[in-house]
């Protein structure tokens, strides 16, 4: 069992920036590729980032390429997202999600996930 917990979220101005924290506790963090997803009102939750075991690998939705940039910690367990320019169309709960392969962490499918933290972009 994997245990995630997301932190960070918060309400900001357009072009600002916020950094999201996930930790992570329970089986070996560093087994697990890692990944962000979000979920604005009504609308289907969707792939924002993901990153391997090692952190060699990342992928990123084509709508914040260039202005997230995700990251780990192994020793600390813990994965981060740092979200520059910041555009209320950003505005979401975020998600962080954990599975053995990266191509698993950028589906719905994923194994484990977090409770969520609230994003908030005013314009």
């Known amino acids: 069992q994997v245990h995630l917990v997301e932190s960070g979220g918060g309400l900001v101005q357009a072009g600002g920036s916020l950094r999201l924290s996930c930790a992570a506790s329970g089986r070996t963090f560093s087994n697990y590729a890692m990944g962000w997803f979000r979920q604005a009102p009504g609308k289907e939750r969707e792939f924002v980032a993901a990153i391997s075991w090692s952190g060699d690998s990342t992928y990123y939705a084509d709508s914040v390429k260039g202005r997230f940039t995700i990251s780990r910690d192994n020793a600390g367990n813990t994965v981060y997202l740092q979200m520059n320019s910041l555009k209320p169309e950003d505005t979401a709960v975020y998600y962080c999600?954990?599975?053995?392969?990266?191509?698993?962490?950028?589906?719905?499918?994923?194994?484990?996930w977090g409770q969520g933290t609230q994003v908030t972009v005013s314009s």
């Open positions: 999600n954990a599975d053995r392969l990266i191509n698993d962490v950028t589906t719905r499918e994923a194994y484990y």
